[in-house]
């Protein structure tokens, strides 16, 4: 599941905050059913290609990805991949209960999808203010968190769903969420860092200022109107951070086990084609630039057997297996396509792409976006034919 290169690159921390403001208002426009224009600067590198692909998953797939991205690269990579952990020795102990848990989360993902848009805000403006509270307590709010990690931790324990979680409520039937934080921390005793990002996300201190609308904001710290609780901005920070990481953990997991398995979704978000022209082998070497969350997603045989090269007056149209095809100007490879001719078949190198955001780092300019490479390639040679069309249309 890691999609990071071995190689460290060092992320380019205005380019990560771009990304991620333009991440969140087009999560904002997608939740409002993606009406009116989106300018292209505001545009999430790839999005753009994944809706003329007209795959709803894929879309899914790839904004799921982006989330953790996003996570990863601002160093929160362990708290996702101690998330993936602990839900795959939940499913793979106890399958039964899982599969009566994720039920109990599928008919509650659309409105906690609708979280997204609110997820990445932090860092737009990094001093403490009333706004950045209101947004913890906005986050804080979100029961569905709290919720699947309690249900995680039932199941890890007893090797049962508990639907209700009734020792974890009051009387009126009420989470009580001190009660369901202290039951999530003690069974998370396994995966150190998500227990840590869970114990600062779910600060009692912020719990009892902000959480009961009694407190004051000054420009270091939070303080409880009776002068009891002072939150220093700094841990505060820390909080609201934390816990926007452990909710996107928790919706990435819900998210994508919504996404139907699908043998063929990996054949959408090809970004890019090259032919490489430089270095002459038999078979040739084709690049395919593919957003990695789909890329990742495997099972290529299953689309991919052969490629078709048609030439069709100026154009190149470019059909890999199944996948949604690539047009480009023909004139620059008419002598690397004779090869293809010649050999039958083609070498492809599938390149993971993401959006840039590296200092110092080669990148590739698509009509989609900007794009970089961030993990390993994976070839195959596939049968290959040149054809030319005399179609115009
Ligand atoms: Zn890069």
Known sequence: MNEMPTEILEIDQQKRM?????????ERWLH????????????VPGYSLLSTQHNGDALVVYRDGMLRYLAQTGGYDEVFAEMDRFVSTCQSAHPDPMRLAWQAHRHRADLYHDQQSN?????????????????????????????FLAHLCAINKTGTHDEGLGSLRDTRGRLVKGRAVEFVASGLGLYASLRTAFLNAYNPKLRNTIGHNEYRVSEDSV??????????????MRSLISLQIVQNAVLYQVS?????????????????????????????????WQLAPL???????????RAQFVVRGTRLITRLGTAPEATGDVTEVLEWLSLVAKSGSVHCEFVPVMPCIHLQHDSV??????????????????AAEVSESTDMG
């Open 365 to 382: 300019m698509t009509n989609w976006g900007e794009f970089c490479e961030t993990g390993t390639s994976t070839e195959c040679v596939v």
């Open 256 to 288: 994508s086990h919504a996404i139907a398995p699908s043998v063929e979704l990996s054949k959408y978000g090809i970004a890019a084609i090259g032919f490489d022209r430089e270095h002459i082998t038999d078979p040739p070497l084709l690049l395919v």
């Open 295 to 305: 890329l990742n997603r495997g099972h290529r045989d299953q689309w991919l057997d």
């Open 18 to 26: 771009a990304l991620a403001k333009q991440f969140s208002e087009c």
């Open 119 to 147: 997820l990445f805000e932090v860092g737009v403006t990094p001093s403490l203010s009333h706004e950045l509270c209101h947004l913890y307590q906005l986050k804080y709010e979100i029961l569905e968190t709290l919720e």
């Open 32 to 43: 409002f059913g993606g009406k009116g224009v989106v300018r292209p600067q505001n545009l």
């Open 223 to 236: 303080k409880s109107l009776d002068g009891t609780i002072e939150v220093p901005a700094k841990e505060f």
